[in-house]
């Protein structure tokens, strides 16, 4: 099985940023330990993280094909993105929203998001911990549909 991760913008700042709101562990971090849980599993896991919103598209479109399963943390481009939107569509490859932060408990605007309408779930408000348990609720799936 072979899994693709997506870090939208500002995510490369982790461990920097507003470690109030997002923590204090460092998208290496995150990833090493995400990619490590995802082997112990026999699943492959490819992370890609990118501030440009067309990198991001490309890299859902290059999945077709490849991985069986999304996950996305697309930060603010959750909240604005349209295209990736489409590009998830476009691809229909099953995915699931994540978030460090609980984003319902946040500023108004970042209540709304434009992917989790087709996404098969979403996690937020655990921290690092969201993308574990994002991992698992994929691989449930996609074992269920084996």
Do not use: W
Request: proline share 3%; charged share 15%.
């Amino acid at each position: 099985m072979h899994l693709l991760l997506l870090n939208g913008p500002n995510l490369n700042l982790l461990g920097q940023r507003e470690p109030g709101i997002y923590g204090t562990d460092t998208l290496d971090s995150i990833e090493a330990s995400l990619t490590a849980e995802a082997l112990k599993q026999g699943v492959q896991l490819d992370c890609f993280q990118s501030n440009f919103e067309g990198a991001l598209v490309e890299r859902i479109h290059q999945a077709m094909g490849v991985s069986q399963g999304i996950l996305i943390n697309a930060g603010a481009y959750t909240h604005t993105s349209i295209a990736l939107r489409d590009a998830l569509a476009g691809v229909a490859i099953p995915y699931v929203e994540l978030h460090l932060s609980n984003t319902h408990a946040r500023e108004p605007f970042r209540h709304r998001s434009y992917l989790a309408e087709r996404a098969l779930g979403v996690v937020c408000g655990f921290g690092a911990q969201s993308y574990g348990l994002a991992l698992q609720g994929l691989i449930h799936h996609l074992h269920q549909q084996e």
